[in-house]
């Protein structure tokens, strides 16, 4: 089991920067591999970012490109996202997710947090 507490969400400006953590805590969580989804009113959940509990290595979906950058910090348990330059189309309430595999799956992630909005202005 591994329980997820995400946090760093809020109100930003359009072409601002925010960090989203994400605290984990039970067995092992280093061991998996990361990822950060989000999900906006009326649509469905989607990948934005992962990273892998060994080697680190990262994948970014195509919007999150150039501006998101995911960490991991595994000597804290946690992960974090540092999203800059945001759009008002990145509002949405983002989730981290643990993972055994490396994927960007959505269903293929076994825990989920509670979630954190991240709200852009225009």
């Known amino acids: 089991q591994v329980q997820l507490v995400e946090s760093g969400g809020g109100l930003v400006q359009a072409g601002g920067s925010l960090r989203l953590s994400c605290a984990a805590s039970g067995r092992s969580p280093s061991s998996y591999s990361m990822g950060w989804f989000r999900q906006a009113p009326g649509k469905e959940r989607e990948f934005v970012a992962r990273?892998?509990?060994?080697?680190?290595?990262?994948y970014y979906a195509e919007s999150a490109k150039g501006r998101f950058t995911i960490s991991r910090d595994n000597a804290k348990n946690t992960v974090y996202l540092q999203m800059n330059s945001l759009k008002p189309e990145d509002t949405a309430v983002y989730y981290c997710a643990a993972s055994r595999i490396v994927t960007i799956q959505t269903n293929a992630y076994d825990y989920w947090g509670q979630g954190t909005q991240v709200t852009v202005s225009s």
């Open positions: 990273i892998s509990g060994l080697h680190g290595s990262t």
